[in-house]
């Protein structure tokens, strides 16, 4: 199985690189996963994409552990930790570096044991063309396995930049062939690696239990800020029907949040001090015996002014 990681920030199109060289494979037969990882979508920040092809159904999930080709759009991010550009780099893996270093130069810095392939960046550098750097590194990537044709990356660009306009796909897909052709030497060069152990399960952790004094919500039990009157936040104020009331307590009391239901002699009492208006309540209550009633402001307006 080929398993390749591709690492750029976010706006360099990584995502849109994993997913070229993705449907490249499928053109050429395979069966492919590709997806991204990142969190929050910000341009500029780390993000990576995973490939994995191969010729039979694949059973690998999660995080790979040993990639046969890292691919890195932007050569800040070697140096930085949290990327993990050289998380599971061995002799075996290839290191694919968009960067106007040579690979020597790399190899010097790193002092990384696998081949390193430098591939310079697409056109002059400039912010416009900084914006291709992803067809680019899907072009040398599809090379440097040497199972896709020229004929299939030119499909999958098509097919995944055609939602961007004829102009940006036709770019796109000249600068991939031309890092495609740019790293021909070096072609074939990452090879699929011997079938991988499953990793050891984690042995199982036991974590005690707290009791309901603790682990519940409770506004009044100990260690709570119970003089911050939370109601006064409130917009709506949840009003109990008491001739509709089924004195299903458990039901409003339980699903409260903030446990600003209280339970006296069967009914429920809502804490209006501390109850934040949510209306879970009111979506909860089987017999609707609760209603959402604005609350007046003067109500609060006197309240605040009678706070010392």
Known sequence: MFRIR?????????KTASRVLGTAFFRDGFVVQDAPRYGAERRGAPVFAYVRADRRPIDERGDMRHP??????????????AAGVLDGLDSHSVLLIDSAETAATWRSRLNFAGPIVALPPP???S??????????????????VGVVSRESLIAAVADEYAGLGA???????????????????DAGRATERAELPAAKAPDWIDIPR????????????????????????????????????????????????DNAIAVVEGKPV??????????????????????AVPEPASVWRAALEARP
């Open 210 to 257: 707290d009791s309901a004094d603790v682990a519940a919500p409770a506004i009044h039990a100990s260690l709570t800020s119970v003089e911050v009157r939370t109601g006064l936040w409130r917009s709506l104020k949840p009003v109990i029907d008491y001739d509709r009331c089924r004195r299903c307590w458990w039901v409003c009391s339980t699903f409260c949040p």
């Open 68 to 81: 046969d080709l890292v691919v890195v759009a932007d050569d800040t991010l070697v140096g930085v930790p």
């Open 167 to 185: 102009a940006i796909a036709e770019k796109n897909r000249a600068i991939a062939l031309a890092a495609y052709d740019a790293v021909a030497p």
């Open 127 to 144: 912010a416009e063309d900084f914006r291709y750097v992803g067809g680019a590194c899907a072009g040398a990537a599809a090379r440097l």
């Open 123 to 125: 056109g002059s550098g």
């Open 6 to 14: 591709f690492h750029g920030r976010g706006g360099q199109g990584m």
């Open 270 to 291: 809502i804490d209006y001090d501390h109850c934040k208006g949510c209306m879970i309540c009111v979506a909860q209550c089987p017999p609707h015996a609760i209603a």
